[in-house]
């Protein structure tokens, strides 16, 4: 086991167009338990971060209280980054987005963070069209307190010491849609191909991003019985569209297997390309989107892919008409009406 | 029945000395109409004061409105019976006229006539037919309710000689901009003045004269103070969310904002204000906007100190500058939600769990509120740390006689020690819980700053000086013993307690705080008048200050005055200064209304009679 992480990188590692490489955007040697679904999330991360060239103290991570919110510690040891307090890191994110909002906020949340203790904040941060990326790490427990069942647990399943979740589960994305997300997307964190691009597009999307991964705790959630284990992931997902992500400055040589495709234009003129593995899908179709997503479920089968997105929604700095500079570099002489002003206002209550 | 007409008890002559009180039903209108009657004495240069009983209730309930005429500038809440009475609420009709002290005066509408049995002998009645008045003479119905408001009003300005020319400009200045409304009601109050002129005889023996004792003093409540401060002091950021009493705090910010914070040329907002879900959410926000390097509050009351405990640990801990405004009323619990008290002291003083102590600011008037709104951004952002000022529905709601807001143009925001990318370039190495200057503040970074230096992680868990997570027993000691080193700090940059000794040596110190200060003048002159001198001191702010454990030495016999049931603030005091809790004595009120002068002085003499029962005091 290793208890430090080696600066070395080799020259041959390839560079983005800052000059750096995946190396660069690295945090933290993890202390998640080997196998962790959470820690192939923080390697998607750290990827799709290095190929957009994000500058990483550009970027905010956010997170609240578990195993996954342990996470944005091991990737981009150059960005700041924020472990609130349990279920309450949309708000903060808010505050955060509010006070500066050229910076990029990948937010990391949990299934009892964000669908228990953090559900109300959720579905508020949901509303406000934050233009923020909001991860799940779901994998249907509690860790840090040793295998609890969670609000996202199927019912009828059981945890490692036997308990059966009596009822019905939460399901993060059907709310998103419901409460007007711009984005919404389920990958499994095993699945790299699909999880690196769809967060890519969701740094890319100007407004609310969800993405709900499915990521098995090998310790206490990936036993039978289970239906957030690897191998249960493995043998119920289905994808209903695969995505490419085109940045803007790149020609469009993504290769195209045969079948249906559809290049959606984000926010920043990159490209989303959707690649239907299921010729009805339609990402366009927020209501389409959750009955699908149920109808799968009925199925046993766990839809992943992208599911929604509407690249012309308003972020709630354009709703809420914000000054161009950031709240946080307004100067004095702009927020401070002056001596003058204060005696007119004296004079009102005279 | 009642005669309508001064009845023949007799009243002796008050002159700028007596109160007024309306009883009028909530949602009727009467608002704007007793304020105008509280601001005409004070445009005629009496000092006057004035307080909203109300319920909390929207419609139909029971409402007082208290004002007090005092030209000695005797301003706070004077209690006992009332010398005027406006009794315009059947509901609470019985309770009114009890209400009125013997030789008063009970102002009623005389359209219905009053059961014989409810009559007392010693008072006087003046009956005018308000409604009646009112069906003949307008034709819309909300008119006709409230132009019964300003009727009795322009038969007071008859009754207590107010001069109808300022009443006049009052209408003028409430209505600028809707003239429309000026005509009907200046032709109001006329009704009511020629209606008293004709029937009784005025003016009353209670009466005002005009003074010229308010100089460039302003009238206004204390949340319009503190929303106004948070515009002068930077704020750009506001995570709220509604509760009485405090709601008005982001009101008047927003609508402060609206007009003098827009860009003019490109009409955007430099300002942005959140209604959460919740009040959990409405201090997260303010807190990740702090963390970010916006000046960021959030405005509430008791039960939403409750709910904001958790993430003030987390400021406190992790070191984020955040202000609350916190506007006090009576609990515990839902209380009574639109009743006064100082009773959060304990629970802000130390909200959340584990060792955790927060920096209080008392104001104890709306140019405090302003001046400590402005201020506790300065603080907050100097000390990385919540500040939280300890309002209340008293000070915050009520108009009050206060001096003018103050600013400065040379007054520069004290932004603290965050690090620009100069000068990270310039040191070797970062460490952001690392005491460079030995008074417990360490510098901050806020993110985006630089490419590779000054990055970190904030969070609530234990860490050691440069942020890494950490369990050891040294780590954390040393952390939470820099939190006291900082603590003490605080302690030399807020407002100094006001301390005021007398020519007279005493043995006697009075300590008070925030709203509790309106009645200490008259309270030093009423012990005075029985040959007990005092000296006091207002407590501005906690940490206590090296002047506050001082005064407590010099002064044999300590009363500390406050408005809770437990004493709070002398608990603080004992706990903080370690000081023997015998060698205080608590003067308390909380029965949801302002403490009163009368109350105080007599809590005082009963102490001192029992500790020398052989001793007259004099």
């Known amino acids: 086991m290793s208890f430090a992480k080696s600066k070395f990188k080799h020259k041959s590692l390839p560079v983005n167009d800052l000059g750096l490489t995946y190396r660069d955007y690295e945090g933290a040697i993890s202390t998640l338990c080997a196998g962790c679904g959470h820690d192939s999330i923080s390697s998607a991360i750290v990827h799709a971060c290095a190929e957009l060239s994000i500058e990483p103290h550009k970027i905010a991570k956010m997170s609240g209280i578990g195993c996954s919110s342990k996470a944005p510690n091991y990737f981009l040891n150059n960005s700041h980054g924020f472990n609130t307090v349990h279920g309450r890191m949309p708000s903060v994110t808010t505050g955060a987005n509010l006070a500066n909002k050229d910076l990029t906020y990948l937010a990391m949340s949990g299934d009892g963070d964000s669908a228990s203790i953090g559900l109300g904040q959720f579905a508020h941060v949901v509303r406000r069209q934050l233009n923020m990326v909001y991860m799940v790490a779901n994998n249907g427990v509690y860790g840090l307190t040793k295998g609890q069942l969670a609000a996202t647990s199927d019912r009828g399943v059981k945890n490692k010491t036997g308990d059966i979740s009596l009822f019905n589960d939460i399901d993060l994305c059907t709310m998103a849609l419901q409460l007007g997300a711009s984005f919404v997307a389920r990958c499994f964190s095993g699945d790299k191909a699909q999880l690196i691009p769809i967060i890519k597009a969701a740094i890319a999307h100007q407004g609310f991003a969800f993405i709900d991964i499915i990521s098995p705790c090998v310790t206490f959630n990936n036993h039978p019985g289970s239906t957030r284990s690897y191998d249960y992931v493995q043998e119920h997902v289905t994808t209903g569209a695969v995505t490419d992500f085109v940045p803007t400055k790149e020609e469009i040589t993504a290769q195209t297997p045969e079948g249906e495709f559809e290049d959606i234009c984000l926010h920043d003129g990159s490209l989303m390309r959707i690649h239907k593995l299921d010729k009805d899908y339609d990402t366009s179709n927020r209501l389409k989107a959750m009955t699908d997503v149920e109808e799968h479920k009925e199925r046993g089968e766990i839809l992943t892919g992208l599911l929604y997105l509407d690249p012309t929604a308003s972020t709630f700095h354009e709703l809420n008409d914000t000054a161009d500079t950031p709240m946080n570099q307004v100067k004095q002489d702009l927020l401070c009406p002056g001596e003058r002003v204060l005696g007119t206002i004296n004079d009102s209550f005279r | ?483 006291q080193r900082k603590f003490a700090t605080a302690a030399t940059l807020i407002p100094k307690a006001e301390i005021s000794t007398g020519l007279q040596s005493t043995q006697i110190g009075l300590i008070y705080y925030g709203t509790t200060t309106q009645a200490i003048s008259e309270t030093k002159h009423l012990l005075q008048k029985q040959g007990i001198p005092v000296d006091s001191m207002r407590i501005k702010g906690f940490p206590f200050g090296s002047e506050v454990e001082k005064f407590i030495e010099q002064h044999e016999q300590v009363f500390v005055i406050e408005q809770n049931r437990d004493g709070q603030m002398k608990t603080l005091l004992s706990t903080e200064l370690n000081i023997d809790p015998n060698r205080l004595a608590s003067v308390l009120c909380f029965d949801g209304l302002s403490i009163t002068a009368n109350q105080i002085s007599s809590d005082i003499i009963h102490v001192i009679e029992q500790q020398i029962p052989n001793q007259e005091v004099v």
């Open chain 2, 1 to 483: 029945m009642i005669n309508n007409n001064t009845s023949t008890v007799n009243t002796k002559t008050s002159i700028n000395d007596f109160v007024v009180k309306f009883a009028n039903t909530n949602g009727t209108g009467s608002a704007s109409a007793n304020n105008m009657f509280a601001k005409a004495i004070m445009r005629m240069g009496i000092p006057v004061s004035a307080k909203n009983i109300f319920p909390s209730n929207i419609q139909g309930a029971p409402t007082w409105y208290e004002v007090r005429i005092n030209e000695d500038e005797f301003l706070g809440r004077r209690g006992g019976q009332t010398e005027i009475i406006v009794a315009m609420n059947a509901q609470s009709f019985v309770a009114d006229i009890k209400d009125v002290a013997p030789g008063g005066y009970l102002l009623f509408d005389s359209s219905k006539q009053i059961p014989e049995q409810l009559l007392r002998d010693d008072i006087n009645y003046l009956g005018i037919p308000i409604s009646a008045i009112c069906l003949k003479e307008f034709q819309n119905p909300r008119q006709r309710q409230l132009f019964k408001n300003v009727i009795y009003v322009g038969a007071l300005a008859a009754l207590l000689d107010i001069e109808f020319g300022v009443l006049k400009t009052l209408v003028g200045d409430q209505f600028k901009g809707k003239e429309k409304l000026i005509t009907p009601n200046v032709y109001a109050l006329e009704l009511g003045f020629q209606y008293a002129t004709n029937h009784f005889s005025c003016p009353l023996n209670y009466r005002v004269e005009r003074r010229d004792l308010i100089g460039n003093r302003i009238m206004v409540d204390g949340n319009t103070g503190s929303g106004l401060g948070a515009v002068y002091g930077g704020a750009t950021v506001v995570g709220w969310y509604p509760i009485t009493p405090s709601t008005s705090v982001v009101e008047k910010f927003a609508s402060y904002c609206q007009r003098l914070r827009i860009d003019p040329a490109t009409g955007k907002k430099n300002f942005a204000i959140v209604q959460a879900e919740d009040e959990l959410a409405a201090i997260g926000m303010a807190i990740g906007a702090g963390w970010n390097g916006a000046r960021s509050f959030t405005a509430t009351s008791g039960p939403g100190i409750s709910l904001m405990a958790e993430f003030l640990g987390l400021a406190y801990f992790a070191e984020i500058p955040v202000v609350l405004i916190n506007i006090q009323r009576a609990g515990p619990s839902t209380g009574m939600p639109t009743r006064t008290q100082q009773s959060d002291v304990l629970a802000c003083a130390y909200a959340s769990h584990g060792d955790t102590k927060h920096v209080l600011l008392f104001p104890d008037s709306p140019a405090e509120c302003f001046e400590h709104s402005a201020l506790a951004f300065d603080l907050s952002d100097r000390l990385q740390t919540p500040v939280i000022i300890m309002s209340d529905l008293d000070l915050g709601m009520n108009d009050h006689l206060s001096a003018p807001f103050i600013w400065n143009d040379k007054q520069k925001y004290d932004l603290g020690k965050v690090l620009s990318i100069r000068e990270l370039d310039n040191m070797e190495s970062f460490g952001r819980y690392r005491d460079v200057d030995g008074d417990g503040i360490c510098y901050r970074t806020l993110p985006g700053t630089h490419p590779n230096k000054g990055a970190f992680f904030t969070r609530g868990t234990s860490r050691n000086k440069d942020a890494v997570y950490s369990e050891k027993s040294a780590d954390y000691v040393e952390n939470m013993e820099r939190l």
